[in-house]
């Protein structure tokens, strides 16, 4: 059993940041991807943002340049800079990691954290 636990949602105004963290803990094995995806009321869940555990990332266009993942393969954490944040950040936002083990593979999510972007 693994757990991701999200941190760092809030309420911001428009341009301004957040940061937001996923810690991993319980049973875990060998970490592949970890990422963040968003889902805004009425709307289907996307990606934000992946990272592999070679440090390759990959950011949704909508966000490109405004916000930055990374990991911490120590802490087994990965993070989301969020800058220049706009009323369209607004969603639910969800840690993913993928784990490997001999041949299974594991998708985990966590349990989601508010970011709300005021206009």
């Known amino acids: 059993q693994v757990q991701l636990v999200e941190s760092g949602g809030g309420l911001v105004q428009a341009g301004g940041s957040l940061r937001l963290s996923c810690a991993i803990s319980?049973?875990?094995?060998?970490?592949?991807?970890m990422g963040w995806y968003r889902q805004a009321p009425g709307k289907q869940r996307e990606l934000v943002a992946v990272?592999?555990?070679?440090?390759?990332?990959n950011i949704a266009d909508s966000v490109k340049g405004r916000f930055t993942i990374s990991r911490d393969n120590a802490k087994h954490t990965v993070y989301l800079q969020m800058n220049s944040l706009k009323a369209e950040d607004t969603a639910v936002y969800y840690c993913?990691?993928?784990?490997?083990?001999?041949?299974?593979?594991?998708?985990?999510w966590g349990q989601g954290t508010q970011v709300t972007v005021s206009s």
């Open positions: 990272i592999s555990s070679g440090g390759v990332t």
């Open positions: 319980g049973t875990i094995f060998t970490i592949n991807d």
């Open positions: 993913n990691v993928r784990q490997q083990w001999f041949e299974r593979s594991y998708n985990d």
